[in-house]
């Protein structure tokens, strides 16, 4: 059973700083392209950033580039989201996904989701 944990959210003000966390547990992420979204009360999830296998490929939604940057490390099995010059509207929960057929930024290609952590940015 495929089961992705993320971790490190919380409460920041504006400007601040924030590491996400996603955690393969129990498995590895295998050859799979792994993406983080995000969705705020009332909002559709949207995507983030993603990363290939390898690392050597990331992509960023425009309303993050600069400001965010996604790694991931495959020995631990688990991918960062730094998050930088945070806004308020980067408030939402956060999720981590793993999608077995290749980079994409939408939703319904992505295969195992985690639970999410919520990100909350104070003005």
């Known amino acids: 059973q495929v089961l992705l944990v993320e971790s490190g959210g919380g409460l920041v003000q504006a400007g601040g700083s924030l590491r996400l966390s996603c955690a393969a547990s129990?498995?590895?992420?295998?050859?799979?392209?792994v993406g983080w979204f995000r969705q705020a009360p009332a909002n559709a999830r949207e995507f983030v950033a993603d990363?290939?296998?390898?690392?050597?490929?990331?992509s960023y939604a425009e309303s993050v580039k600069g400001r965010f940057s996604i790694s991931r490390d495959n020995a631990k099995n688990t991918v960062y989201l730094q998050m930088n010059s945070l806004k308020p509207e980067d408030t939402g929960v956060y999720y981590c996904?793993?999608?077995?057929?290749?980079?994409?930024?939408?939703?319904?290609?992505?295969?195992?989701w985690g639970q999410g952590t919520q990100v909350t940015v104070s003005s």
């Open positions: 996904a793993e999608n077995c057929a290749g980079p994409s930024i939408h939703v319904v290609d992505y295969d195992y």
């Open positions: 129990g498995r590895t992420f295998r050859r799979d392209d």
């Open positions: 990363i290939s296998w390898s690392g050597g490929s990331t």
